[in-house]
């Protein structure tokens, strides 16, 4: 192996330690908690070696965020594996809420931090898009315009998540109001 071969690795292994420290402190203590200082300790590096593989802060997020998408969308296609029409709609509108439960640095990182991410455009990363087309697999069968169907889909999922996780609905009702949005989906394709 050439020098330079070493040294990408090497760099490459930094970058995955800096966003594991990054997702791990996150979960822990909070985004507030994660600062370059903060991750440079972590990782045992200075300063400026984070910031020769992230800009900033934010770019640390999204590459977190690229990671949680890249997870959702196997949870996603595996909630759906096997299961077909009104099943899998369920399984899936449960995975990602589930998703959303039990990774709430992640899922902030996705959806409420800023980021660089852009969704619906010609820059949206393969990453975006996976868990996107997951979601509009089980709603295909439903309805015609796929795109605003699952853009409903995943709006209403992300509204119950955000709701849920803040504890500002009952969780004691949430397979009830499951049932119904995929009532709506089913209901859409009529």
């Given amino acids: 192996m050439g020098i330079?071969?070493?040294?990408?690795?090497?760099?490459?292994?930094?970058?995955?330690?800096?966003?594991?420290?990054?997702?791990?402190?996150?979960?822990?203590?909070?985004?507030?908690?994660?600062?370059?200082?903060?991750?440079?300790?972590?990782?045992?590096?200075?300063?400026?070696?984070?910031?020769?593989?992230?800009?900033?802060?934010?770019?640390?997020?999204?590459?977190?965020?690229?990671?949680?998408?890249?997870?959702?969308?196997?949870?996603?296609?595996?909630?759906?594996?096997?299961?077909?029409?009104?099943?899998?709609?369920?399984?899936?509108?449960?995975?990602?809420?589930?998703?959303?439960?039990?990774?709430p640095a992640l899922y902030q990182a996705m959806f409420i931090l800023p980021t660089d991410l852009r969704f619906a455009s010609a820059e949206t990363k393969p990453e975006l898009r996976a868990g996107f087309e997951a979601l509009a697999a089980v709603v295909t069968p439903f309805c015609a315009d796929v795109a605003v169907a699952t853009e409903a889909f995943w709006a209403a999922l992300h509204g119950l998540a955000e709701l849920e996780r803040s504890g500002r609905i009952r969780p004691n009702v949430r397979s009830e109001r499951i049932a119904l949005v995929v009532r709506a989906v089913v209901a859409s394709g009529k």
Avoid at 34 to 62: G, K, M
Wanted: glycine share 4%; no cysteine; net charge positive.
């Fill in 4 to 103: 330079a071969e070493r040294k990408d690795r090497q760099r490459a292994e930094r970058e995955r330690r800096i966003i594991a420290a990054a997702r791990v402190i996150a979960e822990r203590e909070g985004w507030s908690a994660v600062t370059i200082r903060r991750l440079a300790d972590e990782i045992e590096h200075s300063q400026p070696v984070l910031y020769s593989h992230f800009e900033n802060r934010d770019a640390i997020v999204s590459a977190v965020a690229l990671e949680g998408f890249r997870e959702i969308a196997v949870a996603l296609r595996d909630a759906a594996n096997g299961s077909t029409g009104r099943n899998a709609v369920k399984n899936v509108a449960t995975a990602y809420l589930d998703f959303a439960l039990h990774n």
